[in-house]
């Protein structure tokens, strides 16, 4: 395997620049990025342009084994008058045909490159990622088309600042040269301008289509689910009669009705759901944190100073069971006065108080 030093000996002549901004760009960017090793970056990486032309890229990070393919040039002025102002368009096509055969494309500026060097690492190690993870998509390529375009005109911009600074009056070559360079950025971005709206309108009618298949598959989908919802209601509906068909009521016991006067004129028969449950006072304690039909005889009606208990099978303080009525629920207690001695059902949560079985009486939908 490769060091640094001995990768820069051996690619000595592809790196050669009049400053060393070459091999600085190795010891100081590319030797700091864990993720590649110097077997991973090939010097002026050839490759064909969209008219078969023979092109050279500054450094290539190529592993296809992790999947990177990640091309990186070193930009300047340079550049933007490369071999004369009228070539400028063809470089603008040739960064084009980079971003479309590998998807990314890094461009720095010397000065970038060595007075923000953490945040040049940064940027090429999430673009190792993005290829890594096959995150590359043609919609990321015009975004990187339309960044190229403005990155230029910011160039061009900067040169003319540049030459009105070396120049008190431009010459007309400088005058003619910068107004080719901006010629061809025009027809540049008409170009692709149009490709990015046809790729955006593709990308709508797919979006659309997609959306229309999607409603398609949710309409289906919801009724299937109507159908197994309304088959399982069904189901659930027969089972309901059939276990109402077949419950048994508890015997030889007397209810008590909801009002006083239904004690003494008539016997209740019990609620069919709730009696399906049904327990006697007695073995409540069995019971506690569970909804239940409790069944017994009330031997005590005992006020307190927050309502009325029910003691049921002895009196306190050894009652099996209470039922206990608070006294904003006066009007239960007023009915049930007389039910002494009376065997009274009560449906609802069995709660412990002191180790004692009881329940709250707070309706008299509760009494069976």
Known sequence: ?????????????????????????????????????PDDVIAQFPFKDNKSG?????????????????????????KINNKGYEKFNDFLERQNDLIQQFGIVLRYTNKKAFQEQNVVIDEIRRALQVQA???????????????????????????????????????????????????????????????????????????????????????????????????IASIALGAIFYLQSNRTIPNNETMAFKTASSYSEQSAQPNHERSQSYIQSSNSTQYVGQTKTVCGQVVQYKKFSKGVYLNFD???????????????????????????????????????????????LSSMDQII
């Open 1 to 37: 395997m490769l060091d640094w030093q001995k990768w820069k000996y051996e690619n000595r002549y592809k790196i050669q620049h009049i400053v060393g901004y070459e091999e600085k760009f190795v010891d100081e960017i590319l030797s700091q990025i864990p993720e590649i090793t």
């Open 54 to 78: 023979n092109r050279y890229i500054d450094f290539m990070i190529l592993n296809d084994a992790k999947g990177y393919k990640l091309p990186i040039e070193l930009d300047g002025y340079a």
């Open 133 to 231: 993870n096959h995150q590359v998509t043609a919609d990321s390529k015009q975004k990187q088309i339309q960044k190229l375009i403005q990155e230029y005109e910011a160039k061009i911009a900067e040169y003319e600042k540049l030459k009105l600074k070396e120049h008190t009056t431009q010459s007309p070559n400088v005058n003619n040269g910068l107004s080719q360079v901006r010629s061809g950025l025009e027809m540049f971005k008409q170009n692709h301008t149009q490709e990015i709206k046809e790729f955006r309108k593709e990308l709508t009618d797919i979006k659309g289509r997609h959306d229309e298949q999607l409603g398609s598959v949710k309409k289906e989908m919801q009724k299937h689910i109507y159908i197994a919802v309304g088959l």
């Open 314 to 360: 002895r009196p306190y303080p050894n009652p099996t069971f209470t039922a206990v009525i608070w006294q904003n629920n006066s009007h239960i207690s007023q009915q049930l006065q007389d039910i002494e001695n009376k065997t009274l059902c009560i449906h609802g949560v069995i709660e412990e108080y002191k180790g004692k079985p009881q329940m709250v």
